[in-house]
């Protein structure tokens, strides 16, 4: 087994246990894991993603985005280079979850 531990941000370890920062970055990552877990995909094809993600954005140094960003951004590379999604739809997603985010937050603030 590769140690991919590398790839990984600093997060904060509760009991071995990796803990996100927001609902949405986990998510993120159990998407990938689901990806790979469906043969979408394999771990080292993924950590290529990422690894290009993280390395167009690395000489910028204001401006950069999080981890998660990154990893998001990567996904969203595979999902279309892999035609399992249209850029389209995932535009059209993302409309659909900042809408909603819009909408409650309203109603609770």
């Known amino acids: ?6 790839f990984l941000p600093e997060l904060a370890i509760d009991q071995n246990e990796i803990v996100f920062q927001a609902p949405w970055q986990a998510h993120a990552f159990a998407l990938v894991n689901q990806l790979a877990a469906a043969n979408y995909c394999t771990w080292s094809e993924w950590t290529d993603y990422l690894v290009s993600e993280i390395s167009s954005v690395e000489p910028k140094p204001s401006g950069t985005k999080a981890y998660y960003e990154q990893w998001v951004d990567a996904c969203e590379k595979l999902l279309i280079e892999k035609q399992l999604l249209e850029p389209e739809a995932i535009q059209r997603r993302i409309a659909e979850l900042l809408s909603a985010q819009k909408a409650d937050h309203h109603q609770h603030g």
Not at 1 to 6: E, I, V
Request: proline residues 0%; without cysteine.
């Open 1 to 6: 087994m590769n140690d991919s531990s590398q």
